[in-house]
């Protein structure tokens, strides 16, 4: 157990709609990172946000968003999805910049 | 732009046999971080090892160990007599530490280990 938590851990959802799939860090770490594993385009980071504000940006469409809460749980939110969605999202979180990162159980989404 | 490759997508062995997962890596940077990371069929990320460019020291980890060799921008993994347990997809990873600590995976290379 990395004691990144993630939910919810499966989603089936259908094209056009929105949703927010949550993750909270490892007590005392401030980055949070958000992956996406697909098929085709393997392990690709999407999203940095450390101590609450946006660090770095991948390749994370604009129909997805993010933020980090004072508490330090993070939120990403995907909307208008598309079949091409439908992947696993993992989050991760390390205790500053240059840390290990460890992830999450991820969560799976089925777009329909 | 940082580039990792694993030039082997799939492999094959019978328990007990060694095996080396191999990691290609392509950077201009000369700070960098190197991770392996095993996804077990339950589908989460484990850490499994973390190295730093100025350190080329090999590691050896019970049945785990890694080659990093900077001359050639190589970070293999090998474990030894090999198990079932050890059957997974293996990631190598790349990162640049601060504001560029986002991983740059490679495409995995799964293992399978059979009785």
């Known amino acids: 157990d990395s004691g990144v938590t993630q939910t919810p851990k499966h989603l089936i959802t259908a094209t056009g709609q929105r949703v927010t799939l949550r993750c909270s860090p490892r007590s005392g770490d401030l980055s949070v990172y958000w992956y996406q594993q697909s098929l085709d385009q393997g392990l690709q980071f999407l999203i940095q946000?450390?101590?609450?504000?946006?660090?770095a940006k991948g390749n994370i469409l604009e129909r997805f968003s993010a933020q980090q809460f004072p508490d330090l749980h993070s939120e990403l939110n995907l909307s208008s999805l598309e079949l091409g969605d439908s992947a696993l999202y993992f989050c991760?979180?390390?205790?500053?910049?240059?840390?290990?990162?460890?992830f999450g159980p991820g969560t799976r989404l089925l777009v329909l | 732009a940082q580039k990792v490759t694993q030039a082997q997508t799939e492999i094959s062995v019978v328990e007990k046999e060694d095996v080396t997962l191999d990691c290609v890596y392509e950077?201009?940077?000369?700070?960098?971080?190197l991770f392996w990371y095993k996804q077990p069929p339950s589908g989460e990320l484990v850490f499994l090892i973390r190295?730093?460019?100025?350190?080329?020291q090999n590691e050896i980890s019970g049945r785990y160990s890694w080659n990093f060799q900077k001359s050639t921008s190589s970070f293999n993994f090998t474990i030894t007599a090999s198990q079932v347990v050890d059957s997974a997809v293996y990631f190598c990873a790349l990162s640049l530490g601060g504001a560029g600590n986002m991983l740059t995976f490679g495409g995995g290379t799964r293992l399978m280990v059979k009785p």
């Open positions: 950077t201009r940077d000369t700070t960098y971080y």
């Open positions: 190295r730093n460019s100025f350190d080329e």
């Open positions: 991760a979180s390390s205790a500053g910049g240059e840390e290990t990162q460890y």
């Open positions: 946000y450390y101590n609450g504000e946006e660090r």
